[in-house]
C-alpha cells in the first residue's frame, strides 16, 4: 500500500504535535461513520499520544447504533457542547465541509478530511482522503491503522465488523474487494457477543408502533414504492425504511420521505447497482435542498418553506411526482397500497 503509507506520512507532520483533536462526524451518526471516528481516535492517540474527542450532531435514536455505542464504551460530545477553538485540528469522517449534513460552523475549517462520498468543491483541507469506490468509509480508516502497525484491537474490529456490515447490507451493497477483505480481517477478531447485541438489538415498543403505521402507508407501482412517513421523531427512520421495502421481492425502486425539524428527509434507494441514486434524487431535490449519494442509495433533505407550499403533502406529492419523471413513469402513475393489493 505504497499510497497508504504516503498519507500516514503526512498525516505525520501534521498531527506529530497535536495535542487534541477532535473528529466531528455527520448528524445522526450511522455505524460508518461512528467506527470511522472510533478508529481514527485510536489511530491518533497511540500514534501521536494525543487526546481524541468525537463530536456529532442530531441525535442517535435507531436501537443498533445506540447498541453500538453502548457495547463499545463510544465516548461521545455532542455539537452543542463544543467549544471549537479549543481544537487547533479538527477531523472529519464519512462527510465533507461542502455537505451540508453536519453541524460544522461554517467559519471553522478542519484539518482532515476522510470520506468515501464523492468530492464536493469548494473547501480547501490540510489532508483529504476521498475514495467514492469504498462502500465504507470505516474500511479506509482501518487500511490507515495497518498501515501504522498498530493492533487492532476487539472493540476496534467489532466496531469496523458492524460498520461494513450496515453500511454494505451484509456486503451486498456497492462493496469492493477492500471492503470484503477487511471485513474478512477483522471479523475474527471482534467481539462475536456484543456484535450479536448490536446487530439484533432489543426494539422500544415505539419502533413496532412505526413500523405497522410505516407498512400502512407503503405504495406501490409496477417495481417502485414509496411511503411518507409523515412527522418522524428522527430522520434515521427514513433510511431505514427505504432500505426494508426495498427488500420486497417484487421491488427495484424504494423512496421513503419524513418531516423533521422543518425539512422534508428523502432516501432513495435501487437495487440495481449501475443505477445512479445519487444523481438522480439530486436532480429531484434540485435547488430546493440537498442530496448526494451513490449508486445504489441516496439522500436528500428539502427545506419546507411555507409560503411556497401549502402544505407538506403538497411537497411530497412533488418528490413522487418528479420520481416518477426521471424512471421514465407517466405522472398520473395509480400507485396502491402494499399490504391491501392483492397477490402483492
Ligand atoms: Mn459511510
Redesign the pocket.
Known sequence: MPMIKDKLAKLDTLLRKCDILLTLLHDYP?P??LASAFVLSHLVSKRYGSQTHIAYGGVVTRAENRAMVQQLKMKLIHVDEIAWEHYPHIAMV?TQPAFNNHSLPRDIKPTIVID?HGKRKGFEVAFFDIRTEYG??ATMLLEYLEAAGLSVTVDIATAVAYAIRS?TQELGREASASDISTYLAVYPKANIRKLARIVKPLLPKSYFVLLERSLRKAKVFRHLTHVHLGKVKSPEFVSQFADLLLRHERIGWSLATGRFKGKLFVSMRCSDPHAKAGNILKQIVGTLGSAGGHAMMAGGQIFFDEYKYKNWQQLEDMVIVRFLRKLGMSETTEWKSMLLRNGM
Open positions: 450511522d460508518d461513520a464519512d468515501h465504507a468509509c453500511e
